[in-house]
């Protein structure tokens, strides 16, 4: 097929394109991850140009400026890297799981992330860490007013729970995560519990949410369990 001046332009009245869920998922991860990452690359940009207009008067401000955007965007990458990537399928680490939330969390002054390690690690199945880093994010958003974010860990459940004044799931997120929101009606703000859904029916995991006594516990089991 050759494309040239002479296709047949598409007529005014041609049905809007309807994106498949693939391409509609990958286009609005994308903007949800630029969203995240673009605020410490700008801050990045700004802390360098204002380094090469002052030179050595632009003091250590502008260094720490530089330094702390920096580690802000690596810590966002890499947990979004582990959360969403095809690499984070296989992390089952605990310890590493929690590093990546835990670095991802350093620059969340009003919520705090609380996750002990046992003595003796539970197991994880491929696949469940990276939902259990979703989780992690989704419970952050439960949390409108600021709170704490407690991580338990058994062989067979997974549970994040959100205490804070006020915290709820919006009810578009809780349909996101159980598969009731058309591709249509889905949005950066609600396509990370979209993906979470879909990678706990995909895995054979549920996801399950309640809410109680001010506090959203999110819960990843197995399916048959």
């Known amino acids: 097929m050759t494309f040239g001046s002479d296709m047949p332009a598409v007529a005014p009245d041609s049905p809007a394109h309807t994106p498949s869920l693939e391409s509609a998922l990958a286009d609005l991860i994308a903007s949800r991850i ?33 330094a702390d955007s920096a580690r802000q965007a690596a810590a966002r990458l890499q947990f979004y890297r582990m959360a969403y990537g095809r690499s984070g399928f296989g992390v089952t680490n605990m310890a590493q799981l929690r590093a990546a939330a835990t670095a991802f969390f350093d620059d969340a002054p009003h919520h705090d992330l609380s996750w002990p390690l046992p003595p003796v690690l539970p197991t994880l199945g491929d696949g ?6 979703i989780l ?28 804070g004044k006020d915290s709820h799931m919006e009810a578009a997120l809780a349909d996101a995560i159980a598969g009731r929101t ?3 009606d889905l949005s950066p703000r609600t396509v990370h519990g979209a993906l979470a859904g879909i990678f706990a029916r995909d895995n ?21 369990g």
């Open 136 to 163: 992690t994010e989704l419970a952050k958003e439960c949390l409108v007013r600021g709170g704490t974010i407690r991580v338990t860990v058994s062989d067979s459940t997974v549970q994040v729970a959100a205490d």
């Open 204 to 224: 054979g995991y549920v996801i399950a949410v309640k809410e109680q006594g001010g506090t959203v516990t999110l819960s990843l089991s197995r399916g048959d």
């Open 182 to 184: 058309a591709t249509a």
């Open 34 to 66: 630029a969203h995240e990452v673009v605020g410490p690359v700008g801050a990045i940009s700004n802390g360098l140009e204002l380094m090469e207009e002052l030179g050595a008067d632009a003091g250590e401000d502008a260094l720490k400026l530089v």
């Open 128 to 133: 469940a860490g990276r939902i259990l880093l």
